[in-house]
């Protein structure tokens, strides 16, 4: 008998700690997945090397994203950058150089809440901006010529534009599987899909992604782990490309040389073909 009731007081009190745990992470995980750095209206925004012009727009009447269009000449096309979940474009745009160098113009925005961009942030709203601005950069591009590209959190946002539209190549860096995914990876033994409010699975978008997909990865992160990337890299592997960057953590990875050798190898994209008659693709031990 007693033993009956310590059964039912340790069942009791896993789903009180379970419990507790869920009403904390629905409340407060915005604070863990989203970190943003807020701007005063009349902030100017400059860089070296690169011309950026400052735009606005309305989405909802009740939202206003701020974002910035890196411009060179004679572009040969434009990509869509979406950013990690901390600071503000103040500070990520830097990062544009790597795609001007190379030709290419950057549309990059601050989400709802970072920087200058105003308004509720959920998942759905999130979703509709990034739509937004797409649609914004197929005014003065045609699709062929739209790269879009996610780092880290925005790695979903990315893989979902690329799901829903036909772009010329999705780009993710250091991508997440999912949120969901990250949580059990800290809390393995919690059942947190109930209490989840900003799921965004990278995973599912990638299955319904029509055009090429590269994934970059460093061989260090430890904030996402590198499996991550060789998972996502299996979901839909005619279309996809996994490059590792070896010894690369999760936010200093663009400060490897062999990351912006890999991009210059994606924009430049060689197509080889590979006459299989004369490799070893046929070849077996047995044999």
């Given at each position: 008998?007693?033993?009956?009731?310590?059964?039912?007081?340790?069942?009791?009190?896993?789903?009180?700690?379970?419990?507790?745990?869920?009403?904390?992470?629905?409340?407060?995980?915005?604070?863990?997945?989203?970190?943003?750095?807020?701007?005063?209206?009349?902030?100017?925004?400059?860089?070296?090397?690169?011309?950026?012009?400052?735009?606005?727009?309305?989405?909802?009447?009740?939202?206003?994203?701020?974002?910035?269009?890196?411009?060179?000449?004679?572009?040969?096309?434009?990509?869509?950058?979406?950013?990690?979940?901390?600071?503000?474009?103040?500070?990520?745009?830097?990062?544009?150089?790597?795609?001007?160098?190379?030709?290419?113009?950057?549309?990059?925005m601050d989400y709802r809440g970072f920087g200058k961009s105003t308004g509720k942030r959920t998942v759905e709203a999130m979703k509709r901006d990034s739509q937004f601005i797409?649609?914004?950069?197929?005014?003065?591009?045609?699709?062929?010529?739209?790269?879009?590209?996610?780092?880290?959190?925005?790695?979903?946002?990315?893989?979902?534009?690329?799901?829903?539209?036909?772009?010329?190549?999705?780009?993710?860096?250091?991508?997440?599987?999912?949120?969901?995914?990250?949580?059990?990876?800290?809390?393995?033994?919690?059942?947190?899909?109930?209490?989840?409010?900003?799921?965004?699975?990278?995973?599912?978008?990638?299955?319904?992604v029509r055009c090429p997909i590269k994934i970059i990865h460093g061989s260090d992160d430890?904030?996402?782990?590198?499996?991550?990337?060789?998972?996502?890299?299996?979901?839909?592997?005619?279309?996809?490309?996994?490059?590792?960057?070896?010894?690369?953590?999760?936010?200093?990875?663009?400060?490897?040389?062999?990351?912006?050798?890999?991009?210059?190898?994606?924009?430049?994209?060689?197509?080889?073909?590979?006459?299989?008659?004369?490799?070893?693709?046929?070849?077996?031990?047995?044999?």
């Open positions: 008998m007693n033993i009956k009731i310590d059964i039912y007081l340790a069942v009791a009190i896993i789903a009180v700690v379970i419990l507790v745990l869920g009403i904390f992470i629905y409340f407060f995980q915005h604070k863990f997945f989203f970190q943003p750095e807020k701007l005063p209206p009349d902030f100017k925004f400059a860089y070296d090397n690169l011309k950026a012009e400052e735009k606005t727009v309305e989405p909802e009447p009740s939202a206003k994203i701020n974002y910035l269009h890196f411009q060179v000449d004679s572009p040969k096309g434009v990509v869509l950058y979406l950013k990690g979940n901390t600071k503000s474009i103040k500070g990520w745009g830097k990062f544009a150089i790597d795609f001007t160098r190379l030709g290419y113009e950057v549309i990059m797409y649609n914004i950069a197929k005014k003065e591009f045609s699709e062929d010529k739209i790269v879009v590209y996610g780092r880290s959190l925005g790695s979903g946002f990315a893989a979902r534009l690329a799901s829903k539209n036909n772009p010329r190549l999705l780009i993710l860096t250091s991508p997440l599987y999912s949120l969901l995914r990250t949580i059990h990876r800290y809390l393995p033994f919690m059942p947190a899909k109930p209490f989840l409010r900003y799921n965004i699975p990278t995973f599912q978008y990638l299955k319904n430890r904030l996402v782990p590198l499996r991550t990337a060789v998972d996502l890299s299996e979901i839909n592997p005619e279309r996809t490309r996994l490059y590792v960057i070896l010894g690369a953590g999760h936010i200093n990875i663009h400060q490897f040389e062999e990351y912006h050798r890999v991009m210059e190898e994606i924009f430049e994209e060689k197509k080889i073909v590979i006459d299989s008659a004369k490799t070893s693709l046929g070849y077996s031990h047995r044999k």
